[in-house]
Nanobody, 115 residues
Framework: QVQLVESGGGLVQPGGSLRLSCAASGFTFSHYAMTWVRQAPGKGLEGVSDINSGGTRTYYIDSVKGRFTISRDNAKNTVTLQMNSLKPEDTAVYYC????????WGQGTQITVSS
């Protein structure tokens, strides 16, 4: 069965960095684009970044451009979100998402940016 398992969340001060990883299994990872989605407290879901199957094209929402970097390792079935210069408004639960035949989400990992 499809599984997406995020790791790397935590508490960080403004201006700090965190690296999120998503380990995928149960499908042919290298065939599908992957997405990071977040949900801030009291707000809706927001697609933050995605990467195509080959890792050659990426997308970022304006609020994270220049600060976040998405990458993938198709040999290890992982997708990573490097987050630098974190701001309090980046506080959210971050989810890894795979839109296969079927829409699959990880369990989410909490990122809290606070001094």
């Amino acid at each position: 069965q499809v599984q997406l398992v995020e790791s790397g969340g935590g508490l960080v001060q403004p201006g700090g960095s965190l690296r999120l990883s998503c380990a995928a299994s149960g499908f042919t990872f290298s065939h599908y684009a992957m997405t990071w989605v977040r949900q801030a407290p009291g707000k809706g879901l927001e697609g933050v970044s995605d990467i195509n199957s080959g890792g050659t094209r990426t997308y970022y929402i304006d609020s994270v451009k220049g600060r976040f970097t998405i990458s993938r390792d198709n040999a290890k079935n992982t997708v990573t979100l490097q987050m630098n210069s974190l701001k309090p408004e980046d506080t959210a639960v971050y989810y890894c998402r795979a839109k296969l035949p079927g829409d699959y989400w990880g369990q989410g990992t909490q990122i809290t940016v606070s001094s």
